[in-house]
T-cell receptor, first 113, second 113 residues
Framework: SQTIHQWPATLVQPVGSPLSLECTVE??????LYWYRQAAGRGLQLLFY??????ISSEVPQNLSASRPQDRQFILSSKKLLLSDSGFYLC????????????FGQGTRLTVV | AQTVTQSQPEMSVQEAETVTLSCTYD???????LFWYKQPPSRQMILVIR??????QNATENRFSVNFQKAAKSFSLKISDSQLGDAAMYFC??????????FGQGTRLTINP
Protein backbone atom coordinates (compact mmCIF):
# COMPACT_ATOMS: atom_id res chain seq x y z
CA SER A 1 0.00 0.00 0.00
CA GLN A 2 1.02 3.59 -0.53
CA THR A 3 2.37 5.69 2.30
CA ILE A 4 3.54 9.26 2.55
CA HIS A 5 6.18 10.48 4.99
CA GLN A 6 6.77 14.08 5.88
CA TRP A 7 9.32 15.54 8.28
CA PRO A 8 10.04 17.17 10.57
CA ALA A 9 6.75 17.28 12.44
CA THR A 10 7.57 20.53 14.20
CA LEU A 11 10.10 23.22 13.42
CA VAL A 12 10.98 26.55 15.01
CA GLN A 13 13.25 28.74 12.92
CA PRO A 14 14.52 32.32 13.26
CA VAL A 15 13.67 34.95 10.70
CA GLY A 16 16.19 34.95 7.87
CA SER A 17 17.21 31.33 8.30
CA PRO A 18 16.86 28.73 5.53
CA LEU A 19 14.19 26.06 5.38
CA SER A 20 14.01 22.54 4.03
CA LEU A 21 10.96 20.31 4.46
CA GLU A 22 10.99 16.87 2.92
CA CYS A 23 8.27 14.53 1.75
CA THR A 24 8.56 11.04 0.31
CA VAL A 25 5.98 8.64 -1.04
CA GLU A 26 6.28 4.87 -1.01
CA UNK A 27 4.38 2.19 -2.86
CA UNK A 28 3.66 4.03 -6.08
CA UNK A 29 5.57 5.40 -9.04
CA UNK A 30 5.31 8.74 -10.83
CA UNK A 31 2.86 10.29 -8.37
CA UNK A 32 1.59 13.83 -8.59
CA LEU A 33 3.02 15.67 -5.60
CA TYR A 34 1.72 18.77 -3.83
CA TRP A 35 2.63 21.24 -1.11
CA TYR A 36 -0.22 22.94 0.72
CA ARG A 37 -0.08 25.52 3.50
CA GLN A 38 -2.65 26.03 6.22
CA ALA A 39 -2.65 29.32 8.09
CA ALA A 40 -4.07 29.31 11.61
CA GLY A 41 -7.83 28.65 11.58
CA ARG A 42 -7.99 28.57 7.81
CA GLY A 43 -8.34 26.11 4.97
CA LEU A 44 -5.49 24.81 2.89
CA GLN A 45 -3.89 26.75 0.08
CA LEU A 46 -2.03 25.02 -2.74
CA LEU A 47 1.56 26.26 -3.03
CA PHE A 48 3.26 23.94 -5.52
CA TYR A 49 2.51 20.86 -7.55
CA UNK A 50 4.62 18.50 -9.60
CA UNK A 51 3.71 15.91 -12.21
CA UNK A 52 7.26 14.61 -12.61
CA UNK A 53 10.93 15.00 -11.79
CA UNK A 54 12.04 18.63 -12.14
CA UNK A 55 8.52 19.62 -13.25
CA ILE A 56 7.29 22.11 -10.67
CA SER A 57 4.44 24.58 -10.94
CA SER A 58 3.88 27.40 -8.48
CA GLU A 59 0.36 28.45 -7.61
CA VAL A 60 1.08 31.59 -5.62
CA PRO A 61 4.00 34.02 -5.51
CA GLN A 62 5.91 33.61 -2.27
CA ASN A 63 9.18 33.31 -0.47
CA LEU A 64 9.27 29.56 -0.96
CA SER A 65 10.45 27.18 -3.66
CA ALA A 66 9.98 23.48 -4.34
CA SER A 67 12.10 20.81 -5.93
CA ARG A 68 11.62 17.21 -6.96
CA PRO A 69 15.03 15.60 -7.30
CA GLN A 70 13.64 12.05 -7.38
CA ASP A 71 10.38 10.53 -8.54
CA ARG A 72 8.91 10.16 -5.05
CA GLN A 73 10.66 12.98 -3.21
CA PHE A 74 9.35 16.51 -2.90
CA ILE A 75 11.18 19.27 -1.03
CA LEU A 76 9.94 22.66 0.11
CA SER A 77 12.66 25.26 0.65
CA SER A 78 13.36 28.84 1.48
CA LYS A 79 16.62 30.77 1.50
CA LYS A 80 15.43 33.30 4.08
CA LEU A 81 12.33 32.74 6.18
CA LEU A 82 9.86 35.51 6.93
CA LEU A 83 7.50 35.73 9.89
CA SER A 84 4.62 35.31 7.45
CA ASP A 85 5.94 31.86 6.47
CA SER A 86 4.71 30.43 9.77
CA GLY A 87 1.97 27.86 9.35
CA PHE A 88 1.15 24.22 8.90
CA TYR A 89 2.59 22.66 5.76
CA LEU A 90 1.12 19.53 4.26
CA CYS A 91 2.53 17.36 1.53
CA UNK A 92 0.10 15.34 -0.56
CA UNK A 93 0.20 12.89 -3.40
CA UNK A 94 -2.19 11.59 -6.00
CA UNK A 95 -2.17 9.39 -9.06
CA UNK A 96 -2.56 10.66 -12.58
CA UNK A 97 -4.90 7.85 -13.46
CA UNK A 98 -8.42 9.04 -12.88
CA UNK A 99 -8.34 9.02 -9.08
CA UNK A 100 -9.09 12.59 -8.05
CA UNK A 101 -8.36 12.38 -4.32
CA UNK A 102 -5.26 13.79 -2.70
CA UNK A 103 -3.69 11.80 0.14
CA PHE A 104 -1.96 13.83 2.79
CA GLY A 105 1.07 13.48 5.00
CA GLN A 106 0.96 14.31 8.68
CA GLY A 107 2.19 17.84 8.20
CA THR A 108 4.89 20.13 9.57
CA ARG A 109 4.12 22.93 11.96
CA LEU A 110 6.56 25.75 11.17
CA THR A 111 6.97 28.67 13.54
CA VAL A 112 9.22 31.51 12.44
CA VAL A 113 10.44 33.62 15.37
CA ALA B 1 -11.45 31.05 -10.32
CA GLN B 2 -13.24 28.42 -8.33
CA THR B 3 -14.18 29.23 -4.75
CA VAL B 4 -15.52 27.16 -1.88
CA THR B 5 -17.47 28.64 1.02
CA GLN B 6 -18.31 27.07 4.36
CA SER B 7 -20.58 29.46 6.22
CA GLN B 8 -20.54 27.64 9.57
CA PRO B 9 -17.28 28.24 11.46
CA GLU B 10 -18.46 26.02 14.32
CA MET B 11 -21.15 23.41 14.87
CA SER B 12 -22.02 21.20 17.80
CA VAL B 13 -24.21 18.13 18.14
CA GLN B 14 -25.20 15.69 20.83
CA GLU B 15 -23.68 12.25 20.62
CA ALA B 16 -25.87 9.87 18.56
CA GLU B 17 -27.68 12.77 16.89
CA THR B 18 -27.44 13.90 13.26
CA VAL B 19 -25.66 17.02 12.04
CA THR B 20 -25.37 18.66 8.63
CA LEU B 21 -22.42 20.77 7.53
CA SER B 22 -22.94 23.21 4.68
CA CYS B 23 -20.77 24.01 1.69
CA THR B 24 -21.30 26.04 -1.45
CA TYR B 25 -18.93 26.46 -4.36
CA ASP B 26 -18.59 28.43 -7.53
CA UNK B 27 -17.40 27.04 -10.84
CA UNK B 28 -18.14 27.32 -14.52
CA UNK B 29 -17.10 23.73 -15.15
CA UNK B 30 -19.64 20.96 -15.70
CA UNK B 31 -17.48 17.99 -14.71
CA UNK B 32 -15.59 18.03 -11.43
CA UNK B 33 -15.20 16.34 -8.07
CA LEU B 34 -16.10 17.47 -4.60
CA PHE B 35 -14.75 16.16 -1.32
CA TRP B 36 -15.18 16.36 2.39
CA TYR B 37 -11.99 16.00 4.41
CA LYS B 38 -11.72 15.61 8.17
CA GLN B 39 -8.85 17.10 10.17
CA PRO B 40 -8.70 15.72 13.72
CA PRO B 41 -6.44 17.22 16.40
CA SER B 42 -3.52 15.28 14.91
CA ARG B 43 -3.87 17.69 11.93
CA GLN B 44 -3.64 14.97 9.27
CA MET B 45 -6.21 15.42 6.51
CA ILE B 46 -8.42 12.36 6.09
CA LEU B 47 -10.75 11.86 3.16
CA VAL B 48 -14.33 11.32 4.32
CA ILE B 49 -16.33 11.19 1.11
CA ARG B 50 -16.21 12.24 -2.54
CA UNK B 51 -18.84 13.12 -5.12
CA UNK B 52 -18.53 13.11 -8.89
CA UNK B 53 -20.48 15.98 -10.43
CA UNK B 54 -21.77 13.87 -13.30
CA UNK B 55 -23.45 11.47 -10.88
CA UNK B 56 -26.91 12.47 -9.71
CA GLN B 57 -26.89 9.94 -6.89
CA ASN B 58 -25.61 11.29 -3.60
CA ALA B 59 -22.50 9.58 -2.24
CA THR B 60 -22.73 7.60 1.00
CA GLU B 61 -20.03 6.14 3.24
CA ASN B 62 -21.44 4.39 6.28
CA ARG B 63 -22.70 7.17 8.62
CA PHE B 64 -21.60 9.93 6.23
CA SER B 65 -23.68 11.07 3.29
CA VAL B 66 -23.86 14.13 1.09
CA ASN B 67 -26.66 16.22 -0.38
CA PHE B 68 -25.31 17.34 -3.74
CA GLN B 69 -27.36 20.00 -5.49
CA LYS B 70 -25.49 20.73 -8.73
CA ALA B 71 -27.72 23.54 -9.97
CA ALA B 72 -27.52 25.30 -6.63
CA LYS B 73 -23.79 24.51 -6.32
CA SER B 74 -24.36 23.13 -2.87
CA PHE B 75 -22.62 20.17 -1.25
CA SER B 76 -23.57 19.44 2.34
CA LEU B 77 -22.31 16.64 4.59
CA LYS B 78 -24.65 14.75 6.88
CA ILE B 79 -23.22 12.78 9.78
CA SER B 80 -25.67 10.34 11.33
CA ASP B 81 -25.38 8.78 14.78
CA SER B 82 -22.57 11.18 15.71
CA GLN B 83 -19.71 9.71 17.70
CA LEU B 84 -17.11 11.35 19.90
CA GLY B 85 -14.46 10.40 17.35
CA ASP B 86 -16.20 12.55 14.75
CA ALA B 87 -15.03 15.71 16.51
CA ALA B 88 -12.70 17.52 14.11
CA MET B 89 -12.39 20.29 11.57
CA TYR B 90 -14.25 19.44 8.39
CA PHE B 91 -13.22 20.91 5.07
CA CYS B 92 -15.13 20.95 1.84
CA UNK B 93 -12.91 20.86 -1.24
CA UNK B 94 -13.29 21.23 -4.99
CA UNK B 95 -11.00 19.48 -7.44
CA UNK B 96 -9.93 21.84 -10.19
CA UNK B 97 -7.81 19.29 -12.00
CA UNK B 98 -5.53 16.39 -11.03
CA UNK B 99 -5.41 16.76 -7.23
CA UNK B 100 -5.27 20.54 -7.17
CA UNK B 101 -7.84 21.20 -4.51
CA UNK B 102 -9.57 24.41 -3.50
CA PHE B 103 -10.62 24.27 0.15
CA GLY B 104 -13.26 26.03 2.16
CA GLN B 105 -12.45 27.73 5.44
CA GLY B 106 -13.54 24.73 7.50
CA THR B 107 -16.19 23.95 10.13
CA ARG B 108 -15.18 22.91 13.62
CA LEU B 109 -17.49 20.14 14.80
CA THR B 110 -17.89 19.45 18.51
CA ILE B 111 -19.64 16.32 19.78
CA ASN B 112 -21.31 16.71 23.17
CA PRO B 113 -21.52 13.51 25.23
Amino acid sequence: SQTIHQWPATLVQPVGSPLSLECTVEGTSNPNLYWYRQAAGRGLQLLFYSIGIDQISSEVPQNLSASRPQDRQFILSSKKLLLSDSGFYLCAWGTGQGVPEAFFGQGTRLTVV
Amino acid sequence: AQTVTQSQPEMSVQEAETVTLSCTYDTSESDYYLFWYKQPPSRQMILVIRQEAYKQQNATENRFSVNFQKAAKSFSLKISDSQLGDAAMYFCAYNQGAQKLVFGQGTRLTINP
